[in-house]
């Protein structure tokens, strides 16, 4: 599955694929580009092999007019990635302890799940209780 979490509503942008290549990420991305036409688009991603190929991205951003904007989490972090809450949230009701008759099964109800989160999407209120914020400021 390939996805994407608009932080200010909580609605997702999902499909799956038969794999995960860079040409499917891609693709997906010309959909998020139609999905946000009129906006400015900031991409956080974490370190994935097919997320760091730069000229593909350069390419891609040099089609939308320099609208989009891609960081990175850093190594071992992408918890900090809100669109990975939703796919905690999707494996919990989805995948974990499912039982899938094939693929166009596990399709379906990713697509139901999808479809019935996007009805009461609501953007995520995150927070980190951990230890202060080192802001690097004396």
């Known amino acids: 599955?390939?996805?994407?979490?608009?932080?200010?509503?909580?609605?997702?942008?999902?499909e799956c694929r038969e794999r995960r290549?860079?040409?499917?990420?891609?693709?997906?991305?010309?959909?998020?580009a139609s999905a946000y036409a009129d906006k400015q688009v900031h991409v956080a991603?974490?370190?994935?092999?097919?997320?760091?190929a730069e000229a593909v991205w350069q390419a891609f951003n040099a089609r939308h007019d320099g609208r989009f904007h891609?960081?990175?989490?850093?190594?071992?972090?992408?918890?900090?990635?809100?669109?990975?809450l939703w796919?905690?949230?999707?494996t919990r009701r989805v995948l974990r302890n499912a039982s899938h008759t094939s693929t166009t099964h596990?399709?379906?109800?990713?697509?139901?799940?999808?479809?019935?989160?996007?009805?009461?999407?609501?953007?995520?209120?995150?927070?980190?209780?951990g230890y202060p914020l080192q802001t690097g400021a004396s």
């Open 1 to 14: 599955m390939i996805a994407a979490l608009d932080v200010h509503t909580g609605q997702v942008l999902a």
């Open 21 to 32: 290549t860079q040409d499917d990420l891609v693709a997906f991305m010309e959909r998020v």
């Open 45 to 52: 991603w974490d370190n994935l092999n097919t997320h760091r």
């Open 70 to 84: 891609f960081h990175f989490t850093p190594l071992h972090a992408s918890w900090v990635n809100q669109i990975e």
């Open 87 to 90: 796919f905690a949230r999707y």
């Open 106 to 129: 596990l399709r379906e109800r990713t697509d139901q799940f999808v479809r019935a989160h996007n009805q009461v999407a609501r953007p995520f209120k995150w927070s980190f209780r």
